[in-house]
């Protein structure tokens, strides 16, 4: 027998296991969403509220109804994947985006049990918030990595630590201009109209320094660079002039917030223009302020453009294409000839093409040549490598990967730039036909197909004559071409689905193969379909449960849309039945969620009087 992949473990293709996990399926005719393990036990019955992940084994509902004595109040519930009730809010909580900059956190909207608004917030997936809620318009941001603020849309800025205690507070009158910086717990504020003096004010109140100045940055033994509008001097601690050098950069409107942001310090050093004696008729210098207090000057060769290059590296434009690669400290790294670089994404290399006496290649962030070939004209980046085009030619033949050892593809065929995962690649000939290529082997390992499906770096799932078929990185077909569809769930389990009967009977057919291509579960239904438990729906969580749609039935004026879920060795974990009138304008209908030894109704008083003939279409694998 054909093997599909390497044996699996006992565990997996012997007795079957309590997989961990759960989700939580979005339901017709039910008010909420349940929580459902992936064994098949109902963990959070449906009961009013739809249920979101926020990460591994936390779950979270709101608007969640308790009775009150003057009616229903609103409450949000938190769980794990067990079910437990982990937190409980007397009010409502709406997960809104998750805050850039923090791993942990995302806005939320805050009301209490009487639906008064509280403010928006900032909450963990434990439930948890941490900062006070404000009412007023405005928004969190990170500024520091133990620093958070809330700045309003008409002024004003709260600043907190990560403990949640205040400790600045800045007036709706006055604008926050700079800090906290990297190395100093300092913030500059100005008065909120242009001949205002700003200062520069620590977390316990004490002003540092204070003047007609438009914005303050560090510069080394506690003192600052200041800049007056386009030009910048450098004081002492005490806001004392150092030096009679003055340093002019790019003229700026006053009271310009060019240093809020995080992680400023990743930044490009302030270029500027020094005046040795702080006089218009000084030769100016190009260089860069840094922020231990020190003047760098740069190459004077360097006359065009300042670049990124890579992190803590720069691009110096010269002429006749002479460029430099210069560090954070306005070092001299490397050298380079080119009109221009392209990044890659995931590696820390900068492809070059070809251009007058300069040839294509691949560099390392110090300007180093890591690959070169004559006979490439361009590159270009892709997330696990890089395509090169040859002289003569139009698409790329060359594929170089991590390892940067290069691979030419034969004569007449081309890579396609979207399926590509290492050692397999997909190659197209002048026809249109694909080609699966193995870079282990060297050669094209398969015969032709029309398109492509899936590609991983184990399998392929094509498509050839209208039907999908799977090969494995050998070029073997383990599955042929016969399938509408085919869903790999985990390495060792995948889901076929395809049409059988004839003579206008035909039916949907759904197979679970294993890794030694067994069957280990098939069923038969009208219509319908399949896929994987979504996302949204904690899919995540539980690779290898089938979601399972049965189609309908309709019988004396009642229609029943059937659902199903199915663990990884076809079990089935629970099945759904959505009961509805055929009558135009009837409600939603009703629910009816089953497991195999329990049942619940959408509407316990009046449950969906489900028929025999619905109950065997999901009758299977214990379910009663």
């Known amino acids: 027998m054909k093997r599909m992949f390497l044996c699996c473990a006992l565990t997996a293709c012997g007795v079957a296991m309590a997989a961990p996990g759960a989700f939580a399926p979005q339901l017709s005719g039910f008010d909420g969403d349940p929580l459902l393990g992936a064994d098949g036990r109902l963990r959070v019955a449906p009961d009013g509220a739809g249920i979101i992940p926020l990460g591994p084994d936390r779950w979270y509902r709101s608007d969640w109804y308790r009775q009150a004595d003057n009616g229903q109040a609103p409450r949000s519930q938190w769980f794990d994947d067990e079910g437990r009730l982990l937190h409980a809010f007397p009010g409502r909580i709406r997960y809104d985006e998750r805050l850039e900059g ?22 963990d997936a434990q439930g948890k918030v941490h900062f006070p809620p404000m009412r007023e318009a405005g928004g969190w941001r990170v ?10 849309r008409d002024g004003g800025a709260r600043i907190f630590s990560l403990d949640g205690r205040e400790v600045l507070h800045i007036d709706a009158q006055e604008i926050w201009v700079g800090g906290a910086f990297a190395d100093r717990k300092a913030y500059v504020i100005c008065g909120d109209y242009e001949m205002a003096p700003c200062r520069v004010q620590d977390e316990k109140g004490a002003v540092l320094l204070s003047g007609d100045f438009d914005e303050a940055r560090p510069a080394g033994d506690d003192g600052w660079w200041l800049r007056q509008l386009d030009t910048w001097a450098r004081v002492d601690a005490a806001g004392t002039r150092v030096g009679r050098a003055l340093y002019q950069g790019r003229a700026l409107w006053p009271r310009y917030r060019s240093s809020i942001r995080f992680d400023s310090a990743a930044d490009r050093p302030l270029e500027v223009h020094r005046h040795a004696n ?66 890659h994404p995931a590696f820390p290399w900068r492809l070059r093409n070809a251009h007058g006496g300069a040839g294509a290649a691949i560099l390392d962030c110090d300007g180093r040549v890591l690959f070169e070939q004559a006979n490439v004209l361009d590159f270009r980046a892709t997330d696990a490598g890089v395509l090169g085009t040859l002289a003569g030619e139009q698409s790329p033949r060359l594929w ?43 050669k094209v390992v398969a015969a032709s197909f029309g ?48 049409y059988v009967g004839r003579d206008g009977d035909w039916k949907n ?27 949204r729906e904690g899919g995540d969580g539980v690779p290898g449960v089938l979601d399972l749609s049965l189609g309908s039935m309709t019988l004396d004026g009642m229609s029943y849309g059937l659902r199903q879920w199915r663990g990884r060795n076809g079990e089935v974990l629970a099945s759904a039945i959505h009961c509805t009138t055929e009558q135009r304008g009837s409600e939603a209908g009703s629910g009816v ?20 003939a619905v109950m065997r279409a999901v009758q299977d694998s214990g379910i009663r």
């Open 102 to 123: 923090s791993d942990a956190l995302w806005r939320v909207e805050i009301s209490d049990a009487q639906g008064t608004y509280l403010g928006t917030g900032l909450a």
């Open 143 to 152: 500024i520091a990595p133990d620093r958070m603020a809330w700045q309003g």
């Open 278 to 343: 702080g006089l218009d008729s000084d030769a100016p210098e190009r260089g860069w302020l840094l922020d231990d207090g020190r003047f760098v000057a740069l190459p004077t060769s360097a006359t065009g453009m300042i670049v990124d290059y890579c992190p803590g590296r720069w691009l110096l434009r010269g002429e006749e294409a002479n460029e430099l690669i210069v560090d954070a400290q306005g070092k001299v790294v490397g050298q380079a000839r080119s009109l221009g670089f392209n990044d």
């Open 400 to 442: 170089i990967g991590a390892d940067l050892r290069p691979h030419l593809m034969p004569m007449g065929l081309h890579l396609q730039e979207r399926y590509i995962a290492p050692p397999l690649l997909v190659l197209e000939d002048a026809e249109g036909n694909a080609h699966l290529y193995n870079m282990q082997q060297q």
């Open 451 to 498: 398109s492509v499906e899936e590609l991983t770096g184990a399998h392929l799932i094509f498509l050839r004559d209208g039907s999908y078929g799977m090969m494995l990185a050998d070029g073997r077909e383990v599955l042929p071409p016969i399938y509408a569809q085919i869903l790999p769930m985990t390495s060792e389990r995948i889901w076929t689905r395809q």
């Open 509 to 535: 057919e759904v197979t679970l193969f294993d890794g030694n291509q067994r069957v280990l579960a098939r069923r038969r239904f009208e219509s319908g379909g399949m896929g994987k438990v979504p996302a």
């Open 593 to 612: 969620l089953l497991g195999r030894d329990w049942r619940l109704d959408s509407n316990p008083t009046r449950p969906c009087q489900v028929p025999a």
